[in-house]
Structure formats: structure tokens, C-alpha cells
């Protein structure tokens, strides 16, 4: 590719898929048993929600600045200018650190052109951009069309997920204590979205199969063009869940294409095992 595209894991997409398609990577840090891994390098998605179905605590931070610098010195000797599609600024700080590490890398490689978009996307949402990206970028589109496309792909992203457990979203301070003990009892299944970065509560219904009928209505009412689209379904460690969830919108919508994948260490730490999460664009852009 004539220009470099670089994601960070907060994009859900496979280890092998980046490898695949050159795409540059920028691993959050997972942090278990007083031991940091990289997340999906160093620790699989499955030992993570493994270790908080046995009650243990899994935290995250950012990418590594260190080697984060690395990586954008490493792009800038490369010569080839560089799109970073970045985790949204609202969930993790590391949009704002690779804003002040780009500083750095230009002061030494004033000529390196290197774009950071803030995706105020999460999980698959993010992963169908840097995918997309990496498809526009090896069929070489220029690179301001390339950057203006990017960003139009992220301001019309919709994020629609469910948590199986409200427990870990009471840890994370999403949501009282209380509330999650009184949904528990009630088999109560909020459904949240993503607004300009955050997420964001939209009800809550009672059941997995309300969630699914919700899901397909709100598919429905937001969706543009989704049989032209790539459908993006992720998982905590749930494959039959989002396979059932993809029939249901075959046989609504008459869908073909979709990208299933478990979501990362770096979000199932925060969202727990049994999170269902759906993605498509709300208006189609033309690319």
C-alpha cells in the first residue's frame, strides 16, 4: 500500500486479520493477576473473560507511549504517509497520547505526513473503518480522500450492544450496585449505544429474545442500505449468541456480508462475558 494504516486493538479486529492486510497495530494493555499483557498478543480474549467468570479482577490502560513512538518513527522512516485510526478519545486516553506523540515524530521528521482521526468508535464499529481504510488504501485512493472517507465511515457508524451481566458495568461505574443487583434478579438486559464517542444507556428489556427483536427494530429504523453492507457482529465469548443474532438478520434484511469476532480483553474487561454487539452504517458513503 502506498500509505500506511495503523489501528490500535480497541478495533476488535482478529491479530491475523491486521497481520493479513499490513495494517499497522497498537496493542491496549490488559492488566491480570499483576501481570500486563498486550491485548490479542500476548493474552487471547478467552483467557480474559475466563478469569472474570472465576471472579477475578481484569484491568486495562492505553497503548504504550514508548512504543507507540517507535511505531510512528519507524512509519516516518518508512516515508509513506500514515493514517492512525484511533479507539474513541471518550473511552481511552490513547487518542490524546498519540496526539502528543505524533508532536514528538514530527519535530524529528517535519516532511512525515500522519493523520490521526478520532474514530469515537468501539469493538467491530471501529474494526469495519480500519477494514474498509485498508481496502481503500490498497486500491490506492488518494490520501485526503482517504482521510475524508475514513472520517465520514466513523461519523455514521452505529454501535447497538447488550451485557449479559450487569455486574461488570456496576464495577466499571457504569451503573449502581444496586442496579445491577435488582436487573440480575430480573433477567434485565440493558441495551446502549454509542453517541459522539460515549456509551450511552437507550432502555432495558427483559430476556436475550427482546434484545434480539429490539436490535433488529433499531437495524430497521437506523439502517442505509444494509444489504449493500458489511455487517459487523462482536462477541464475549459468545460465538452462538452472534450467530444467531446474524440468521435473525439475514432472514430480516436479506444481509450477506458480515465480520464476526470476539471483542478484545481491553473492552470485555469493562463489558464481561456474554456482551452481544451489532454494527452498520446509518447512511451510506460513497468510497
Known sequence: MSI???ADSGCDLPYSFLQKHYISFLPLIVHLNGTDYEDFVTIDPKQVYEAMRKGEIVKTSQANALKMKELFTELAKDGRPAIYIAFSSQLSGTY???MMVREEVLEQY???SLTIIDSKCASLGLGLVVAKASELAQQGMPYEQLCDTIASYCQHMEHIFTVDDLEFLARG???SKASALVGGLLNIKPLLHV???KLVPLEKLRGRKKVYKRMLELMAERG???QKQV???SHGDDEEAALELKRQIEETFGCTRFFISPIGGA???HAGPGTLALFFLNQHVEA
Open 195 to 197: 453517541e459522539d464517542g
Open 110 to 112: 517535519p516532511d512525515f
Open 96 to 98: 490524546q497520547t498519540a
Open 173 to 175: 461505574g457504569r451503573i
Open 224 to 226: 442505509d442500505d444494509l
Open 231 to 233: 455487517i459487523g457482529i
Open 4 to 6: 500506511n494504516i495503523v
Open 267 to 269: 473492552i470485555g474487561a
